[in-house]
């Protein structure tokens, strides 16, 4: 059978002029001639959806990734204040021991203990039990004592 294929119906125009049993014929002859058509567009859709699942895989990667750096920027950020004030807080205790320090030489008793010391004065078996020395007194007398005198055997 010989179909006689009208530009329009190829088109997908409907045909004018004519009854429905001729387009009906017309449409099926095209389709016949051209099966494939119908393949290739269910094929170009799912290629479609296929590409458009991808872009948006590839959209939820990216911002996945953007999550997990900006989460791991906020934990060094976070990190490096708390090491930050760690050292802020190491920093006023040390200056708070070294003055509380400083204020305990100028107690008398130690003062002239650690002259003592210095001078190589001080006997062997001294005892400072009696002195009344406080914990930062005790701490400097123990650090600065004996690097001025190694023979002091008991503090």
Sequence with gaps: MEVDVL??????VPLR??????????????VEVFPQTAEMK???AK????????????????????????????REEDLK??????KKQRDIEERKRMEEEMKNREDDNLSRVLQMCLENETPAET?????????????????????????IVAL
């Design 7 to 12: 530009q329009s119906a190829a088109l997908n």
């Design 81 to 86: 204040k708390l090491k930050q004030q760690r």
């Design 47 to 74: 290629r479609l959806e296929l590409e458009q699942q991808q872009r948006e895989e590839e959209e939820e990667r990216r911002r996945l990734e953007l999550k997990e750096e900006m989460e791991r920027q906020k």
């Design 42 to 44: 269910r094929l170009l």
């Design 127 to 151: 005892s400072f039990s009696g002195l009344a020395f406080t914990q930062v007194q005790i701490r400097v007398l123990v650090r600065d004592g004996l690097a001025f005198n190694r023979s």
């Design 17 to 30: 002029g004519k009854d429905n049993e001729t387009t009906d014929v017309i449409l099926r002859g095209v």
